[in-house]
């Protein structure tokens, strides 16, 4: 089944190329800027296509974080990437009902593990306690970042202005 899925997508993938060039060729597509008219046009190169398994990768926002002792610690609303977008941390939405007298904290990506999220009602477990989130400073946007992390060996996120 997998196969046959793999081999209509990339038929649909290679289909799409096909029209796009011939499209290219003819001239007939609408140019919503005027080129030169000296200046040679190169087609672009196409696109690289990657297909990744359903159970392969699956995406984090909105997921519930367990602590390892099975504690709700919130779920994920946020994910921080440094400007060499290297994922650095996750921003977690803690305590509270229903949104209510919730914060959000940041906490170090490296200490959140993925394990089994094949459903969207898995969880992700983080290795720090309901005391050690419910202590750590609020994130507020456009502030420094203070990173909670499991191991205390974070780098700083220092940016210039």
Do not use: C
């Amino acid at each position: 089944m997998r196969t046959k899925i793999l081999v209509v997508f990339t038929a649909a993938v290679l289909a799409t190329f096909a029209a796009a060039a011939a499209e290219d060729e003819s001239g007939s597509a609408p140019s919503s800027q005027a080129e030169p008219k000296d200046v040679a046009k190169e087609p672009a190169p196409p696109p690289s296509v990657t297909v990744i398994g359903a159970r392969d990768a699956h995406g984090v926002l909105g997921r519930d974080v367990r602590s390892q002792t099975d504690e709700d610690m919130g779920r994920i609303v946020d994910v921080i990437v440094d400007r060499d977008a290297v994922v650095r941390a996750a921003v977690v939405d803690f305590g509270g009902f229903l949104g209510v007298g919730s914060r959000k904290i940041v906490v170090d990506w490296n200490a959140l593990h993925f394990g089994q999220i094949a459903n969207k009602s898995d969880s992700i477990t983080l290795d720090l306690t309901k005391q050690q989130v419910a202590a750590a400073p609020e994130y507020k946007e456009d502030t420094p970042l203070i990173v909670l992390g499991a191991s205390g060996s974070l780098q700083s996120l220092q940016f210039d202005h």
